[in-house]
């Protein structure tokens, strides 16, 4: 690994994994003896990247629930409305809606500052019900997720680099979905993979001629030569 090997903000669901959102094993190839910081940035709830950044041996720089949740140097952030996005949530389910997830609903057990829907509930209704709410729904290709407007990934990954003492600019940033265009807008250089949604290749610095970990990996390979 070169010396001067840039830090990075990943995307995690289809920048790290493979369509489904598994992992991708090589994920542990070079993440773990990348020589700068690297942050997950995700929509997920906080604790999948913290686990995975626990099992990549990483330190536990991450942005989760889009923004939502933040820790950096072992100090927790917490920006959006939980309440507010149940309370759509609530009212979805009351009108006809199901968020999709069974019984045991672990995408959002854990969640403090929104809600995620699964892509199988009636986008229509969830989108009419978050407006009378003023709340906000995005698609990332994964989920749904109902948040209050202005929480983003790449606003909570600026008081992440100011709680490291780094400057977002120094950073690559690789994604794939709408909630990593506030991401792109604030590093120094950002690629989409080919899998990308329409918002996230609009706003790169470059796409990327491969999906999925092959394309991450085509970048983490240039930038360690
Ligand atoms: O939680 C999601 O919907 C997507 O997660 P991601 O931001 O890691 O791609
Ligand atoms: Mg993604």
Redesign the pocket.
């Known amino acids: 690994m070169a010396s001067d090997a840039p830090p990075l903000v990943l ?7 493979d369509d489904p ?1 598994r992992l991708d094993p090589r994920a542990f190839d070079v993440l773990p003896s990348w020589d700068a910081p690297v942050v ?5 709830a906080f604790p ?2 913290v686990s995975l950044c626990h099992y990549l041996g990483l330190d536990k720089n991450v942005v989760a629930e ?1 923004g939502g949740v933040v820790l950096a140097a072992g100090e927790v952030t917490y920006t959006g409305d939980r309440d507010a996005a149940q309370a759509v949530a609530d009212e979805f389910v009351a009108r006809g809606g199901d968020l999709g997830w069974g019984s045991f609903d672990d995408t959002n057990y854990w969640r403090e500052t929104e809600v ?1 829907v699964d892509r199988s509930a009636d986008e229509t209704l969830l989108r009419a019900v978050a407006e009378e709410h003023e709340m906000e729904v995005i698609d ?4 749904y ?1 109902v948040k209050t407007p202005g929480v983003e ?1 790449g606003v909570g990954f600026e008081r992440l680099c100011e709680t490291l003492g780094m400057d977002a600019k120094e950073f690559v940033a690789v ?3 709408v ?2 265009v506030s991401t792109f807008g604030v590093v120094g250089r950002s690629y989409a993979v080919a899998n990308a949604d329409e918002a996230a290749r609009a706003a790169a610095d470059e796409v990327l001629s491969e999906s999925y970990m092959d394309g991450t990996l085509s970048v983490l390979r240039s930038l360690s030569e």
């Open positions: 995307d995690i669901d289809g920048t790290l994994t959102g997950l940035a995700t929509g997920k999948y990247p889009n995620a990332t290709g994964y989920a997720h990934k994604g794939d979905s909630n990593d």
